[in-house]
């Protein structure tokens, strides 16, 4: 088969889709030509990731394409149902990248409890002439352990973000939609041993008004926030916001205010709601740890996604 990665695909996954005989493209196609492109090319598979959007244009005009693959977690830069309904095969890597995420929310907490993202503004500027002024003005750090993280959305990687949060001597508050009233998380330590945590699904209430930081792993898409002026305004002063999820679960109005009138301490976002030209206001925030969608932006985390993706459309074919 001939298969298009249109966001690219890592070199593993490359040679282990060849070594199965399948051609594999990573020509960059302009949204705009990606239908053409495909037709003229009898492109039989379009891997994605966030960029590149198949949409029901895209689908109404490749008959012959036949899977439809996003190298992550969330799909809704496609139209899924509507590729299914058209005979498409749709599928992603959900658990590739989880690691990676999780790891950078916690890049963002360490960060931001010690001021690193101001900090490392403020110090080539002024940390020859301010040294003891900029000292005093970041000695004032918290530690995480024995602080509790809300954790909103509790699939893959929103338990991969409790794992660390336990090692560091977290309290884990999670909320989950659904029935399911407690979650076994298990660690996995270096030499073999292995320890299982039962933690209890807790309201959104709970997450709001017992959390030091709230950290967000839900699928945007429904254009309403998940985080907006009412919530900010049930959570502890001084608390703190990541956002690796979507861009739009957070309103981002509301957060630069909570930050500008102190009711929040600091917040991180690697997803905005107008990617990728997010408001110079929020970019401008000294308040404001930020990272352009980064996320599952590994080494490894590509590897992984790319072997995966060979792996579903090898067992397809």
Excluded: W
């Amino acid at each position: 088969m001939k298969i298009l990665a249109n966001d690219g695909i890592s070199a593993s996954g490359i040679e282990a889709l060849e070594k199965a005989g399948h051609e594999v493209q990573t020509t960059k196609v302009a949204q705009e030509q990606l239908a053409s492109y495909i037709n003229e090319n009898n492109i039989d598979v379009l891997l994605v990731r966030s960029a590149t959007k198949v949409r029901k244009d895209i689908i109404d005009a490749c008959d012959n394409l036949k899977m439809i693959g996003r190298g992550g977690v969330g799909m809704d830069n496609i139209d899924v149902e509507y590729a299914r309904s058209k005979g498409k095969f749709v599928f992603n890597t959900p658990a590739a990248s989880s690691r990676s995420v999780a790891e950078l929310v916690f890049a963002h907490l360490l960060g931001g409890v010690r001021f690193l993202h101001d900090s490392n503004r403020q110090m080539p500027l002024e940390g020859e002439s301010r040294f003891k002024d900029l000292k005093k003005a970041y000695s004032k750090g918290t530690e995480l352990m024995g602080k509790t993280i809300g954790i909103i959305g509790f699939g893959r990687i929103g338990q991969e973000v409790a794992k660390m949060a336990i090692g560091l001597g977290m309290n884990v508050v999670p909320y989950n939609r659904g029935d399911i009233d407690e979650f076994s998380i298990e660690l996995d330590f270096f030499d073999g041993q292995k320890v299982t945590f039962n933690i209890p699904n807790s309201t959104m209430e709970d997450v709001l008004s017992k959390s030091d930081f709230i950290t967000l792993h839900v699928p945007g898409g429904d254009g309403q926030p998940v985080i907006g002026e009412k919530e900010i305004a049930k959570m502890k002063d001084g608390a703190a916001i990541v956002n690796t999820a979507r861009g739009g679960v957070v309103n981002e109005e509301e957060l630069a205010k909570a930050l500008e009138e102190e009711k929040l301490s600091f917040a991180a976002l690697d997803v905005f709601t107008d990617e990728p030209t997010p408001p110079v206001k929020l970019l401008m925030m000294p308040q404001l740890s930020l990272t352009p969608h980064i996320g599952g932006s590994t080494e490894e985390a590509q590897d992984r996604i790319g072997l995966e993706l060979a792996e579903i459309i090898i067992s397809k074919a």
